[in-house]
């Protein structure tokens, strides 16, 4: 979302003449690393509630 809200403001900020071409790039890659860190945080975060099982309990059960 936040990418995609980016790259609207600075098209339009284009076609205002408002935003230079190289002034735009910098911007839309300082979002794509925003998300990518985004992205980062999420895969580290955990819901609360939600416990580790334990590696000896994750092993199938050998038969007898």
Request: no cysteine; aromatic share 4%.
């Amino acid at each position: 979302m936040i990418a995609l809200l980016t790259v609207i403001g600075l098209l339009a900020g284009v076609f205002a003449n408002e935003v230079h071409m190289a002034g735009g790039m910098f911007i839309r890659q300082i979002s794509v690393l925003v998300v990518v860190v985004n992205g980062m945080r999420l895969l580290r975060a955990r819901p609360a509630g939600v416990r580790t099982i334990p590696a000896a309990a994750q092993q199938p059960a050998q038969a007898a």
